[in-house]
């Protein structure tokens, strides 16, 4: 059966040869994650930012992985008829956008990867996050407060409990706009990457200083997949590189798309 589209917010450029970028976010995310990255670039670039399956406002599925969110992607861009993009995807939306570019690379003009590596991850760090949003879901909290008085009984990160609350949603029997039970279900696969080929796109990684999800011993994978790959480290910032460090994202993205105009 076809999926419905993704749910997006598109904001055109005055001028229609303008360049789009694609901003795509991570696991328990949404589209507003990326925003602040996206806000500056909105006077020279058309903006689409999307909701990932089982994310958001877009459509819940009992199926996730890879090659299933690039061929959304590749329904939407031909539905808004969009091609040549350049595609800015974290961590979970980082494998998104690797996955594309590889399947699809004709629709894309480079990409960039905020802190993830084509690699399998083996570290299970969401497990207490799980158990957090179970228990809100069978505690049937009715408010965000309630929530988090919850969660904090699996979570002591203030910052994840912050993030991840931003999805809360009383009127969702889950109690959160994504899928907790489908993202538990296939959390193995969006650790895995199984993505194959070569993509000669240009190719900017940002890896947070403090963050382990880009390692120097995946640099030869990383290049074996993305020949034109660079890599710029951000000191100071973990894995949600954008958030801590903003300005420093935006600095690097910048001179990535004037060097591949």
């Known amino acids: 059966m076809t999926q419905p589209l993704l749910n997006f917010e598109y904001l055109p450029h005055e001028n229609p040869a303008a360049q789009t970028l694609v901003f795509i976010h991570g696991l328990f995310g949404d589209m507003n994650n990326l925003g602040i990255i996206a806000k500056a670039f909105q006077q020279d670039y058309a903006l689409l930012r999307v909701d990932l399956r089982n994310h958001g406002h877009s459509f819940h599925t009992n199926e996730m992985n890879y090659p299933l969110m690039a061929e959304d992607l590749l329904r939407l861009l031909q539905h808004l008829q969009l091609n040549k993009v350049i595609l800015i995807g974290h961590s979970m939306g980082g494998k998104t956008a690797m996955q594309f570019a590889l399947n699809y690379p004709d629709y894309v003009k480079s990409l960039v990867v905020l802190d993830i590596a084509p690699v399998t991850y083996t570290h299970n760090e969401h497990g207490p996050v799980f158990q957090a949003l179970f228990a809100v879901a069978e505690a049937q909290s009715a408010t965000r407060q309630q929530a988090k008085?919850?969660?904090?009984?699996?979570?002591?990160?203030?910052?994840?409990?912050?993030?991840?609350?931003?999805?809360?949603?009383a009127k969702q029997p889950q109690r959160f706009r994504f899928n907790t039970q489908a993202l538990y279900q296939h959390y193995q696969q969006l650790m895995d990457w199984t993505g194959t080929g070569v993509c000669t796109l240009p190719?900017?990684?940002?890896?947070?200083?403090?963050?382990?999800?880009?390692?120097?011993?995946?640099s030869d994978k990383i290049l074996q997949l993305f020949p034109k790959a660079n890599a710029f480290?951000?000191?100071g910032?973990?894995?949600?590189?954008?958030?801590?460090?903003?300005?420093?994202?935006?600095?690097?993205?910048?001179?990535?798309?004037?060097?591949?105009?």
Do not use: C
Request: glycine share 4%.
């Open 149 to 169: 008085i919850v969660m904090e009984q699996f979570v002591n990160n203030e910052a994840i409990l912050q993030f991840v609350l931003k999805s809360f949603d």
């Open 203 to 218: 190719t900017l990684f940002i890896r947070g200083g403090n963050s382990h999800y880009v390692l120097p011993e995946y």
């Open 233 to 235: 480290t951000i000191n």
């Open 237 to 261: 910032a973990a894995h949600w590189v954008h958030a801590d460090k903003p300005h420093y994202v935006i600095r690097a993205i910048q001179r990535h798309l004037q060097q591949n105009s």
